[in-house]
């Protein structure tokens, strides 16, 4: 017996705001057995409930991150259902991030001297405050009452910029975890290489859209092998920085906050200097080439 794929991913209960309450009402349902086993009366006990939240969000961001591309990489009806339902996919992480929001607002006003002497940093707080006034911005917009208010550039620019802002966060914590701490768990491999995938799905998905620009546009659209060489090269050079941050973050951050004022950025410029997207910067240099048209 076979399955019709695409009534199944028609069928009303997931798509839209149904598939959103299936979600969601579930995540909340775990949150709240979660609690009961924390000693929520301590400040240790509210953090950890800050990191399981926080667990729950970290997917659906990725996932959102990588819709778009894996349309186009791989146009299908399962990234056709994705696509379909990208926003409610958003509410999720918004509703996770929600339960993340409260704890965190637990901790900063009933455990002040337990958050600010053991997990204060200002930096983080910049970081961490300004992904929430992204998720906050990004979700009012996402209805008409808010929509109205900005121009379809604008609302493409806050919301692309939300996105990667909020993917980006994640994305260095477990890039740190592994590259900076003896101890990683698995879940930290996990997080860390699907938030590496789902944005070097991004950059295949523009190489190729540029390669059919070419295509279009230009009577020879073909790479001269030395640029496919040269490339190809790069983005092997960049899977192997991604893969061994432990072997070089301590060398390479020092040497980039050498200058001052570079020491001075790391204070308060979220994710300066940038370690944990190095090896992004350098597939996304190497795809340029590969897909570089002749003409
Ligand atoms: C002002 C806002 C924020 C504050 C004060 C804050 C605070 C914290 C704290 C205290 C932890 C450590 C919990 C623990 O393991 O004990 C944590 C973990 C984490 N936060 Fe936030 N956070 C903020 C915003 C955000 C945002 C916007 C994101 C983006 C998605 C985010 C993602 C994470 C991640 C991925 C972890 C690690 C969870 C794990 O252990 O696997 N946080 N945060």
Known sequence: MSIDLQAVLKNKVINGWNLFWLVSIPMSIVMVIAMLGVDLSTGPGVSTMIGFSVRWAVPFIFLVVATSS?????????????????????????????????????????????????????????EGSVGYIFLAAMMVTSFHFGRKHLSPKQWKLLHKSGIYFLWAYPFSVYWWNLSYYDNPQPIDYVFYWS????????????????????????QDSSTPLAFKGLGGAIIVFGLLVAATGLQWQEPVTAFLTAPKWSANLVLWLPYWPFEPYLSIFIIGLGTLLVTKARA
Do not use: H
Not at 115 to 120: A, G, M, Q, S, T
């Open 195 to 218: 938030g590496f995938l789902a944005f070097a799905l991004r950059i295949a998905a523009w190489g190729k859209k540029r390669q059919q620009a070419a295509r279009r546009n230009t």
């Open 70 to 126: 894996l349309q186009i990489l791989f146009p299908g009806q399962l990234p056709m259902w994705l696509l379909r339902n990208r926003k409610y996919i958003g509410f999720c992480f918004a509703v996770a991030m929600a339960w993340q929001g409260a704890f965190i607002f637990m901790m900063s006003n009933f455990f002040r001297d337990y958050y600010y002497e053991d997990i204060y940093l200002l930096r983080d707080e910049l």
